[in-house]
């Protein structure tokens, strides 16, 4: 087994893959090399030193899988195994993925190659893998029991087809699905255009990521697989924020962002201050008169979205779920609303008891995205993050888009915080307050200036005529 960084040592360079001229003949008639990765750093692009050119993408907290070429076929190798994920630092879950990750490296082919996936399984049961969005032959698609036999545990299985078609697709089993897929099986897959195509735009920087959720329950490891519903962990790449790395680029550069859903409900993603098109879907690009701007697209349940815009604005700028409860971790879940509730009868006595007890949200949740408390072992506060200005209060799936000038082509590495020009930046006001008009206890506002709700009678009204209901 080869890790990513004996790889790279070995070709003496970041993201090469294994080139045709270097393999022997005899290794040509066994298994391609398998090579993993232990860390989950986003990895730079993988530039393709043989077969046809293309600009690849970066996996965000992921990498791409190498291939070998064999008489003309890219030959990739997956091994589905269980995995130790860091969902963000202080916590790991234990999940199943493929060569040493959840999710999986992404595949990155193009249109018109014949591509050759060697499965492995290292599971402790059966699996497939479907090729989400790929037209290919019946045989190949990866039901199991319906197009193939079931991988067996310590098999491997071999697919083999053309990428006919480019787009974002994905891949992840059909077999056991509820178990395989809720423990973190599914990686993502890339196939670029072999020509220039008049719906496909050549962009400077192209990003992808799949959303996906555990419930995970503080102080454990495993994913709960009969979840239906009630997550507490909304990853992308099966990292939580602040675990998930900034998608970093230059000023002026063309962006694409792709993403596939994978969890049992829609995301409704929003990026700040920029606009940008649905350009692409898991059916393929979209055609440009169903295309106007946009700052928050959903992504269904099993679908793929591929969005592009222009960075024109320099800045951070926040790119996440707009459902609220999807930007908060594992803690900030089944926690009751305390807010108007008076506490400072009963702390004191419940402290004389429990010394560690704490007040959670009498007068909101905010207190808790800089509050330093013991939490249970492996696992995230509710709220985390530090930003240049304090507590960025947010988890789950959040990431920042950051747009610098000085940002060099190519270069991925994080710049660090945007310094706002002076006077670009909200300020406090020093100036006199107006005093705010104040209800009565007579109507008008249920809160009025002595803070006692105003205590209004309900009347009912039966209706008549309806005996006997």
């Not at 979840?227 to 675990?243: C, K, V, Y």
Request: proline share 9%; glycine share 10%.
């Amino acid at each position: 087994m080869t890790t990513r960084r004996e790889f790279f040592r070995n070709l003496g360079m970041a993201g090469g893959a294994v080139a045709a001229a270097s393999v022997s003949s005899v290794a040509m008639a066994a298994l391609p090399e398998l090579i993993t990765m232990d860390k989950p750093d986003t990895m730079p692009p993988l530039q393709p030193p043989n077969g046809r050119l293309y600009n690849p993408v970066v996996t965000l907290n992921g990498w791409t899988l190498p291939w070998r070429m064999n008489k003309g076929v890219k030959e990739f190798h997956l091994v589905a195994e269980p995995v130790v994920r860091e969902i963000a630092p202080g916590m790991k879950a234990h999940l199943w993925g493929y060569n040493g990750q959840s999710p999986g490296p992404t595949i990155e082919v193009v249109e018109g190659d014949r591509v050759r996936i060697f499965v492995t399984n290292r599971l402790p049961e059966h699996t497939t893998i479907h090729w989400h969005g790929q037209r290919l032959p019946n045989g190949m698609d990866g039901v199991g029991g319906l197009n193939q036999k079931q991988i067996p545990v310590g098999k491997t299985f071999v697919y083999e087809f053309v990428a006919r078609r480019p787009g974002t697709f994905m891949y992840h089993p059909h077999a056991d699905e509820m178990t395989q897929m809720a423990m973190g099986m599914m990686g993502f897959w890339v196939t670029h255009p072999k020509h220039q195509h008049p719906l496909i735009e050549v962009v400077d920087r192209d990003f992808c990521f799949l959303l996906n959720a555990y419930d995970i329950d503080p102080g454990s490891y495993t994913p709960q697989v009969n979840t239906m519903l009630d997550f507490n962990l909304w990853t992308w790449n099966s990292r939580a924020f602040p675990g998930i790395d900034s998608l970093n680029v230059r000023k002026g550069d063309k962006v694409r962002i792709r993403m596939g859903n994978l969890t049992m409900t829609n995301h409704p993603m929003h990026l700040h201050g920029h606009e940008f098109v649905v350009s692409g879907t898991d059916g393929g690009p979209t055609p440009i008169g169903s295309r106007w701007p946009e700052v928050t697209t959903d992504v269904a349940v099993g679908q793929m979205r591929q969005i592009e815009f222009l960075a024109d604005e320099e800045g951070d700028w926040a790119f996440h779920c707009h459902k609220s409860h999807h930007t908060m971790n594992a803690m900030g879940h089944d926690v009751p609303t305390m807010i108007g509730v008076d506490h400072r009868g009963v702390v004191k006595q419940i402290t004389d008891l429990i010394p560690d007890y704490m007040v959670m949200g009498e007068r909101g949740m905010a207190d808790m995205g800089a509050m330093e408390m013991p939490i249970p072992d492996n696992t995230l506060p509710m709220m985390t993050g530090q930003g240049p200005y304090g507590a960025v209060e947010m988890g789950g799936m959040f990431s920042m888009l950051k747009v610098r000038r000085d940002q060099k082509p190519g270069d991925y590495r994080d710049p660090g915080w945007y310094k706002q020009p002076a006077g670009s930046q909200a300020y406090e006001w020093m100036g006199p307050v107006a005093e705010a008009p104040r209800a009565t206890t007579h109507g008008g506002m249920s809160m009025p200036a002595n803070g006692k709700p105003v205590n209004q009678e309900l009347t009912v009204r039966k209706p008549g005529k309806h005996a006997g209901h």
